[in-house]
């Protein structure tokens, strides 16, 4: 059984596929476009130098443009202060009392929570926003006027 050139390609293209499924880099979905391409120009009849220049040169111009994209995306924040992760983060709450060091005892969705001060200057009682959750802690800042 003789593979044609353009089967050996598409054989190529389904292995980096089945590669990006199984490990979740997306950069080898670029290459595996590549190769596609390589395949194509194949069954367009074009010579192996010519099958190998098109798909180097669209695997790279793929994997080049999808990483400056991702490079000019904006990050999303850590998942401790993540409103999309969690949901306490930028809810309100009272703290009627800061001790010394910074930390506070408050009554949050009926449970009481350990509090730590995340602004500047010095902790002050009244109505502070949360800011992040750090495993049972909550780090709060002073709530903006309404």
């Not at 983060?89 to 001790?99: A, S």
């Amino acid at each position: 059984m003789d593979l044609s050139s353009s089967t050996l390609w598409w054989l190529l293209a389904g292995a980096l596929v089945a590669a990006e499924l199984a490990t979740g880099t997306f950069y080898l979905l670029m290459v595996a476009l590549g190769a596609a391409a390589g395949a194509l120009a194949a069954h367009a009849g074009l010579s192996a130098t010519a099958q190998v220049a098109i798909a180097a040169v669209l695997s790279s111009g793929a994997t080049a443009v999808w990483h400056f994209r991702r490079a000019r995306a904006p990050r999303s924040a850590p998942a401790e202060a993540n409103r999309d992760v969690n949901l306490d983060v930028g809810q309100r709450l009272q703290v009627p009392e800061w001790q010394p060091d910074g930390s506070a005892r408050v009554s949050y969705r009926g449970a009481m929570w350990s509090v730590r001060f995340g602004g500047s200057g010095t902790p002050a009682a009244g109505e502070h926003v949360i800011v992040a959750v750090q495993g049972s802690e909550l780090l709060v800042q002073p709530a903006p006027a309404r």
